[in-house]
């Protein structure tokens, strides 16, 4: 089974890492200049680098369809510069994933593929696509919709470590990015971890820098272009986080309920249930939080 995924950020790895270890075969599909932040667990990095391994397995950036089947064959990962899907055609995904996490779809339609899985908020089954993957942390992260969409985008970074919107941080200025810490990097708040247009972006508290975009990114003022773990611990930058494999687990599923690659290629529509929360609950949900905590609007997509 070959999957095609959109995206080759952090969510989208760790969907991928998911994917391969249960033997589907992955080509990821990402901009020339990637955008992602946590690139330490980021396939997207083999853009910039050529190759690059997290957990043991590898991606390796690819020029076509041809060499990305290749690739995808051998048991590596294959990352290809096609942010609009030019080479869908010839790749002939059995899947299609859209793990960019854009919080609105940018062109992900049903019939590009036999299943097709959305990830996060923008999306809805059995429209823009055949299921939906929750992406907001809390009770519902990782369960799969195959009708309707999931809760709706917060703009309010989840709880790790205690700290939500503190932790990430924003480029000062319109502009190149240039990085002045590493991935790793234990800061302090006030430390200067990046420069844009001239303009220090600091860190707002202490911690561990587990995420900044790569040197020479066009950033926007406002722009999420780093992030602190308050957790302290360097290794967890090393590693997929909870999030990104819980939602890589619930891809899976999608991907063998309606292929029904366990069921003699026949989806196992009976075993797809009935969606266990209501509208009404979800909008409780976000004004209370995942943690029942009054005014803590939701989580990090």
Not at 231 to 236: D, E, I, Q, S, T
Request: proline share 5%; glycine share 14%; hydrophobic share 45%.
């Amino acid at each position: 089974m070959l999957a095609v995924i959109r995206g080759a950020g952090d969510i989208a790895t760790g969907v991928a890492l998911r994917l391969h270890r249960a033997g589907i075969r992955v080509v990821m599909c990402d901009l020339a200049i990637p955008t992602s932040i946590r690139r330490t667990v980021c396939f997207s990095e083999a853009i910039r680098l050529g190759e690059c391994s997290i957990e043991g397995i590898r991606a390796v950036r690819v020029d076509g369809a041809a060499q990305a089947l290749d690739v995808a064959a051998a048991g590596d990962v294959a990352v290809l510069v096609d942010p609009s899907l030019d080479h869908l055609g010839e790749l002939r995904p059995d899947v299609l994933v859209d793990a960019i996490l854009a919080k609105r779809n940018l062109g992900t339609r049903r019939d590009l593929a036999p299943v097709v899985v959305a990830c996060g908020p923008g999306f809805v089954a059995q429209e823009d696509c055949d299921a939906v993957v929750e992406t907001m942390r809390g009770h519902y992260l990782g369960r799969v919709w195959y009708e309707g969409e999931p809760i709706p985008n917060t703009a309010v970074p989840g709880l790790i470590g205690g700290f939500a919107g503190e932790r990430v941080m924003r480029a000062p200025a319109d502009g190149e990015f240039r990085g002045t810490v590493a991935i790793g990097d234990a800061v302090h708040a006030g430390d200067v971890c990046g420069m844009v247009a001239g303009r220090p972006m600091v860190a707002q508290i202490d911690g561990v820098v587990r995420g900044l975009i790569q040197d020479g990114a066009q950033v926007r003022a406002g722009m999420k272009s780093g992030d602190v773990d308050p957790r302290g611990v360097a290794a967890y930058a090393r590693c997929s986080s909870d999030k990104a494999l819980a939602v890589g687990g619930g891809v899976l599923e999608a991907i063998l309920n309606l292929s029904g690659a366990l069921a003699g290629g026949e989806p196992c529509v009976g075993a797809r249930g009935v969606r266990p929360v209501r509208p009404d609950e979800e909008r409780a949900a976000e004004a209370t939080g995942a943690d029942g905590t009054a005014g803590q609007k939701g989580g990090e997509r």
